[in-house]
């Protein structure tokens, strides 16, 4: 079972998000991996312990994202590859997906793995692009891989509580819901071991893909309130007291 | 403009965002004197496309075959890719449902197309139509245009447009037309099979009429019986936010948010919530909102009614004590 992730590396969640134009200033803020990558790597990781086989992880970005895959490779996937884009950022789904699927189509994989969806634009749309432009079946909200006889049984989330059973032969792309399992921490000795790990670079440049761009993002801004707050102020103990007040008469819901 | 809605349904049941993306596409068609058609997709549906009919609508397309009798992203994609390539709308909606997301990107970039999905409104330009989606997890929002030729895609989160705006037909009703599609077998490569719920729920968030929910800011596991017992104090349930469910601190039957529970209590007390658009979808019916976060700018402050700019360990305990000084 051999895996290909897609991750993801974006703002750190307690980052101070400073806007700039269409996207936002990325100095002086710290970067993580998309923590629903997370979970698709975590559950490629247990594929390959379960039925063996090598994990790749690939990212696509500025310099900075190499991070990243050293942070997978720590967890334990086997190899890296680095697609170097500056501009990243101004890449819209398609685009980003057809540049990754110029790098999938190269590799020998069973199964290609992304998460829900990322934190920063929040598409949620690469697994399933991924998988039109390889030509390959799919499915995506995954809560279970059960691999048999060459093909995967998948639960799939739907909504409201509701799940389904789907056959999916393979090779196949899937994205996995977070939740699906309880992610590692990278220990020691897989920190040492990723030292000796090897990550292949490609720039972007060099993969003869053209995208053009089938939507802009013109600006982003803070959005404006739609309801009036009433801020609460003083001590913890005047606030709470005040906003029992407020919820016992004026509000009459406790 | 030609919109095309896809509405969506299950097993002979609308999926109630269908009709809020109606409701936006009539709104984006009289920004540009525009026309909407709506699809209904599946095997015997026609009393669904009869149902559409009565809405304000140019014309409704019945589009069945018996492999779409159970939703496939093969089967969905291969259908519709006909049905707009006959139809040839300029812009096509979707409810951005978790169907939606599993397969139209796909349709649309077999078209070449890109998709804007998970919009939450849009303007009209000067006859540009600009799409406004949340990025950062709702801390900003994006103004997003197309570029290049229609027809274009895009998607509308739930609870974005209103559904009881949606306006009937003039004249009774719209035609109903049967879109003809061509699908194999060997067209579906995955095989859906039975659909189930997990264990029933010991508990029914939606029938309590006080809630309070936790989210990244209550930090550790041990820290949740602070929050266990303010609920206890206001009489309310304890909910949370996916991450503190996926961490296995709370049941899933207590995650409120768009893959959990949607929620309407009188009262909804957010600790440590951010307010990422997944967990406000399930909450923001809430007919008091309270939110309490050290972050000024969380976006879970845009829809409070009333916000405490502190430190959730701080307000948790002296709330419960005011509650229990002041107690009947």
Redesign the interface.
């Known amino acids: 079972m051999n895996t290909i992730v897609c991750i993801k590396q974006v703002p750190a969640k307690d980052a101070p998000l400073a806007i700039a134009g269409n996207w936002i200033n990325e100095s002086d803020i710290e970067f993580e991996m998309n923590e629903p990558d997370s979970y698709a790597l975590e559950e490629a990781l247990r594929l390959k312990e379960k039925h063996g086989g090598k994990v790749v992880a690939l990212s696509l970005g500025p310099e900075r994202v190499k991070q990243t895959i050293h942070e997978a490779l720590a967890k334990g996937a086997d190899r890296g590859i680095y697609i170097a884009d500056d501009h990243f950022a101004q890449l819209d789904p398609l685009g980003a997906a057809k540049v990754l699927a110029a790098v999938i189509a190269k590799e020998k994989y069973d199964l290609v793995l992304t998460g829900l969806q990322s934190d920063d634009c929040g598409f949620g749309q690469t697994g399933v692009l991924l998988a039109g432009l390889l030509n390959l079946p799919h499915a995506t909200i995954i809560m279970q891989i059960d691999v048999q006889d060459g093909e995967m049984k998948l639960k799939r989330e739907l909504e409201a509580g509701w799940f389904q059973w789907i056959v999916c032969p393979l090779p196949a792309v899937l994205s996995i819901q977070s939740g699906i399992n309880k992610v590692r921490y990278a220990t020691m000795k897989g920190i040492i071991a990723a030292k000796k790990k090897q990550i292949l670079t490609v720039a972007k440049e060099s993969l003869g893909v053209t995208v053009e761009p089938t939507q802009k993002i013109e600006k982003i801004y803070v959005p404006t309130k739609t309801k009036k707050t009433e801020f609460l102020t003083g001590t913890p103990k005047e606030m709470a007291a005040k906003l029992v007040q407020k919820l016992r008469v004026e509000r009459r819901v406790i | 403009m030609k919109l095309l809605v896809i509405a969506e349904q299950r097993q002979g049941k609308w999926?109630n965002t269908s009709f809020e993306t109606l409701v936006a596409a009539q709104q984006i068609a009289a920004a540009t004197s525009g026309t909407v058609s709506a699809a209904v997709v599946g095997k015997s549906v026609a009393a669904l496309a009869e149902e559409l009919a009565t809405k304000d609508v140019a014309e409704v397309l019945l589009v069945e075959h018996d492999l779409l009798e159970s939703y496939t992203?093969?089967g969905y994609?291969t259908g519709l890719k006909q049905v707009i390539e006959a139809a040839t709308p300029d812009l096509v909606l979707f409810p951005h449902?978790?169907?939606v997301?599993?397969?139209?990107?796909?349709l649309?970039?077999?078209l070449g197309?890109?998709?804007?999905?998970?919009c939450v409104g849009f303007r009209n330009e000067g006859g540009k139509l600009?799409f406004v989606?949340?990025?950062?997890?709702?801390?900003?929002?994006?103004?997003?245009?197309?570029?290049?030729a229609a027809p274009w895609f895009a998607s509308f989160q739930s609870g974005a447009f209103r559904a009881d705006l949606l306006t009937a037909h003039r004249s009774g009703k719209a035609p109903v037309n049967a879109a003809k599609v061509e699908l194999k077998a060997a067209d579906i490569?995955?095989?859906?099979?039975?659909?189930?719920?997990?264990a029933k729920?010991a508990v029914d968030l939606t029938q309590a009429?006080?809630i309070v929910a936790i989210g990244?800011g209550i930090k550790a596991r041990e820290n949740i019986v602070q929050a266990e017992a303010l609920a206890k104090a206001?009489?309310g349930e304890i909910a949370a936010t996916?991450?503190i469910?996926?961490e296995?601190w709370l049941p899933?039957?207590r995650q409120i948010g768009?893959?959990?529970?949607?929620v309407a209590p009188?009262?909804y007390l957010a600790l440590g919530i951010s307010g990422a658009?997944q967990h406000v979808v399930g909450m923001k019916g809430s007919?008091?909102i309270?939110?309490v976060n050290k972050d000024q700018?969380a976006?879970i402050?845009?829809?409070?009614?009333?916000?405490?700019?502190?430190?959730i360990f701080?307000?948790m305990?002296?709330?419960t004590?005011?509650?229990q000084k002041?107690k009947g």
């Open positions: 999926n992203p093969d994609c449902t978790y169907q997301r599993d397969f139209a990107p796909a649309a970039a077999m197309k890109g998709m804007v999905g998970d600009v989606r949340q990025m950062f997890q709702g801390k900003t929002v994006a103004d997003v245009t197309f570029m290049g490569r995955t095989k859906p099979l039975e659909m189930f719920k997990e729920s009429p006080v990244r206001m009489g996916r991450p469910c996926d296995g899933l039957e768009s893959s959990g529970q949607t009188k009262l658009i007919r008091t309270v939110a700018h976006p402050f845009e829809i409070a009614d009333y916000g405490i700019v502190a430190d701080e307000v305990p002296a709330l004590a005011e509650l002041t």
